[in-house]
Each structure stands twice: as structure tokens, then as C-alpha cells.
């Protein structure tokens, strides 16, 4: 029947461009740049899957965990020693490589509660203030791009706002929550000041798990594990040609194993 004929031609495929994923995989850990972000899945047989995108600017491989425990990540970014950009979720915390949090992620939650506590005077000001620095630091970007020599300034810029936000002593729970929210993260909010080309939010990876959120909605039903091994595998594929402006079917009809190899032939 043809559901089981393109299952097989999909497991075929995953198979036969397993030494794809190795060389995906290979390029995006031993980058300078590593963007991650997890998704849940429905998938047969597990209570809580879910799937995990890793990507830099030019590559982009999905993997299927059993649940959202973050201690795969050790082994799997062994010998990284770039940048990992990543939103707040804990299980990023024990890595030991330079991280760069998702400062869209902080500006949305400082505006949510800033909505439930508009009255709060000590805690605007602490948004206000933050929400100036920030602006200031992407005005040079956007003048001059994700550059050290132009961003590397502001690491005063960020000092000052840390000494201001030290040296009060707030009294509602919801600023003291930020200030110990800032000391925590301290050496991880501004890591792209010191290094070129690391963005300062999570962007890259929200939109490479988009193609597997709109999947998962539209297939509706749980997956096999096997299954979405399978479609991860191709996805991850299709997504790296997307972004080194490849046709897909192109490369698959070329016959050739390695993206490299190929985006050489045609550039």
C-alpha cells in the first residue's frame, strides 16, 4: 500500500544519509557557534518526548530525547568551544563552555511582569534601565554588526547597570527575584559583546524547530520513535540546504553523501 511504500522509501533514505548527519552534526559542534532549543513531541510508548534543534548559521540537526533531561548534552558537545546561545532553561546551566542566554527571552519576561506590577515603582526602573542599555548596545549593532572591537565598549555600559542594581536593597519580591535573576546569570547575558558574530538572542534556533512544530500539528497523531527518527533525519537535511540556499531534491538526486562537497560543486 502506498503509506507503507513511502515509509520504506523514508527509512531507506534515513539510513542511506546517516553519514550526512555525521558530517552536519561534526560541522555544527565544532563551530565557534552553537545555537540549541527543545520542543516537545508525541511520540508512542514515552510520557513526555521531546525534540531538540542544534544549529549555527549554516547547518541544522534535530534529535529525538525521551524527555527534557538535559545530561546527553555533556557528551554530545564534547570538544565545543564556542558559544552556546540558549534560552533560560536550566539544563543548559552545568555546561561548561561560554553561553550566551537569550536576552529577547529576559526583555519578554521583565514586559510580562512589568504588566502585572505596572504600579511597582522600584521595579520599572530597574526595566527602564535595563531596556536602556540594551537599546544602546543594538543601535551598535546595527550599525556596525555582531563586531568585538565596536560591542566591546559597552562591557562599562554593563557594569554601571550592574552596580546600580547591587547597590539597591528592593523590597518587593518581584524585583528581588530579578536582581538574583541578573547576579545568576551575570557572566552569561552579554557574552557577544567579547566575541564576533554571536548574536544576542535565540532566534536562529526558534526558527529551525518551527518546521518540526508545524509538522508535529499537522500530522496530529503520535509518532512512532522509529518514524520520527527517520523524519529528524531528513529534516535535518532539508534544513541545512534551506539555509546554504540549496535545493533538497537537488542534492538528493546528485547522489553525494556530504553537504560540503556538494555546495562546493554548485557555488
Not at 81 to 99: A, K
Not at 110 to 135: A, P, S
Not at 236 to 265: A, H, M, P, W
Request: with cysteine; glycine share 4%.
Amino acid at each position: 500500500s502506498c503509506p507503507t511504500e513511502v515509509r520504506r522509501f523514508r527509512q531507506r533514505l534515513a539510513q542511506e544519509y546517516q553519514p550526512t548527519i555525521e558530517e552536519i552534526q561534526h560541522n555544527v559542534i565544532h563551530g565557534p557557534l552553537l545555537h540549541a532549543d527543545e520542543t516537545t513531541a508525541k511520540v508512542r510508548g514515552f510520557s513526555s518526548p521531546y525534540v531538540w534543534v542544534f544549529t549555527n548559521m549554516d547547518s541544522v540537526f534535530y534529535a529525538f530525547k525521551p524527555t527534557r533531561e538535559a545530561g546527553f548534552l555533556k557528551k554530545l558537545l564534547q570538544g565545543f568551544s564556542g558559544v552556546l546561545v540558549s534560552d533560560f532553561y536550566s539544563g543548559y546551566d552545568s555546561l561548561l563552555c561560554p553561553q550566551q542566554k537569550c536576552l529577547l527571552h529576559l526583555i519578554r519576561d521583565l514586559n510580562d511582569d512589568l504588566l502585572k506590577h505596572q504600579l511597582n515603582l522600584e521595579f520599572k526602573e530597574m526595566v527602564i534601565r535595563f531596556g536602556k542599555l540594551v537599546r544602546l548596545i543594538i543601535e551598535t549593532v546595527n550599525r556596525f554588526g555582531l563586531k568585538k572591537r565596536h560591542l566591546a565598549k559597552h562591557n562599562k555600559d554593563v557594569e554601571k547597570f550592574y552596580r546600580f542594581i547591587f547597590k539597591q536593597e528592593y523590597e518587593s519580591s518581584v524585583a528581588e527575584n530579578y536582581q538574583q535573576r541578573f547576579q545568576k546569570y551575570r557572566e552569561k547575558l552579554f557574552t557577544f559583546l567579547n566575541y564576533n558574530g554571536i548574536p544576542w538572542n535565540n532566534n536562529n534556533a526558534e526558527a529551525a524547530i518551527k518546521p518540526f512544530a508545524s509538522y508535529r500539528r499537522e500530522a496530529g497523531v503520535a509518532f512512532s520513535e522509529a518514524g520520527l527518527q527517520e523524519y529528524l533525519t531528513l529534516l535535518s537535511i532539508q534544513q541545512t540546504c534551506k539555509y546554504r540556499g540549496l535545493n533538497f531534491l537537488e542534492f538528493l538526486k546528485s547522489k553525494e553523501k556530504s553537504i560540503d562537497v556538494y555546495t562546493k560543486k554548485v557555488s
